[in-house]
């Protein structure tokens, strides 16, 4: 069975802090997706990864993708209070048989001051 | 440019109902997918429609059904409305699948 287990599944950080939220999957990824979610709203996309070692950086936001160990990152720089959010990560996998467009549960973040 | 649109944003159904939400992708876009989102998880695939065909399938029961028009605007039916069936609906729209995804902003379905 195809898993995508991310963890940890809430963080509550203090602003200034860093912090790594890690996403674990059980098959071979096409590409792995990044997205963020504010409460009541829909999926923003953060970033992309397409190949093994792959290192994408946007803001205080830095992901990455270790395709040998089965294994994405997203690293939190010096955490300010707009980041709190839910963070999601997303496998793609074409090769399977059925719904391998599979999601993480989230990791619902709070940054505080 | 407009990105995904879906319709509508919120619908209130009654058990054993039939519901039809729709999702405009976003422009140059031919690959729309839907997801199933309850409150407090993940969103999970329900499937994915290509070229008017249903491409790929996540592990929903046939009550949930799909169609893809030649503008590559989609619908997703959902017969026999089950109290759990209240979720956040998300449609996706990518240019082919090997893109990125984009989001609609999705539609609360509530069954009482």
Not at chain 1, 9 to 14: A, K, V
Not at chain 1, 67 to 78: C, M
Not at chain 2, 50 to 56: G, I, P
Not at chain 2, 80 to 103: E, H, I, K, N, Q
Request: charged share 20%; proline share 4%; net charge positive.
């Amino acid at each position: 069975e195809l898993k995508v287990e991310q963890n940890p599944l809430f963080l509550s950080m203090q602003e200034g802090k860093n912090y790594t939220i890690y996403c674990n999957y059980s098959t071979t990824s096409d590409r792995l997706y990044w997205y963020r979610q504010d409460p009541g709203k829909s999926l923003e996309s953060l970033f992309v990864l397409l190949s093994n070692g792959a290192v994408k950086q946007e803001g205080r936001l830095m992901a990455s993708l270790d395709t040998k160990a089965r294994l994405s990152t997203l690293h939190i720089t010096a955490a300010v209070h707009d980041l709190s959010a839910t963070y999601f990560c997303h496998l793609v996998n074409y090769g399977g048989s059925q719904g391998n467009l599979i999601f993480g549960k989230g990791t619902k973040l709070s940054v505080k001051p | 440019d407009a990105g995904v649109t879906q319709s509508p944003t919120h619908l209130i159904k009654t058990r054993g109902q039939q519901v039809t939400l729709r999702c405009s992708p976003k422009s140059g876009h031919d690959t729309v997918s839907w997801y199933q989102q309850a409150l407090g998880q993940g969103p999970q695939f329900i499937f994915q429609y290509y070229e008017e065909e249903e491409r790929q399938r996540g592990n929903f029961p046939d009550r949930f059904s799909g169609h893809q028009f030649p503008n590559y605007s989609s619908e997703l039916n959902v017969n026999a409305l089950l109290l759990g069936d209240s979720a956040l609906y998300l449609c996706a729209s990518s240019r082919d699948r090997y893109y990125g995804y984009t989001f609609g902003s999705g539609t609360r379905l509530t069954v009482v």
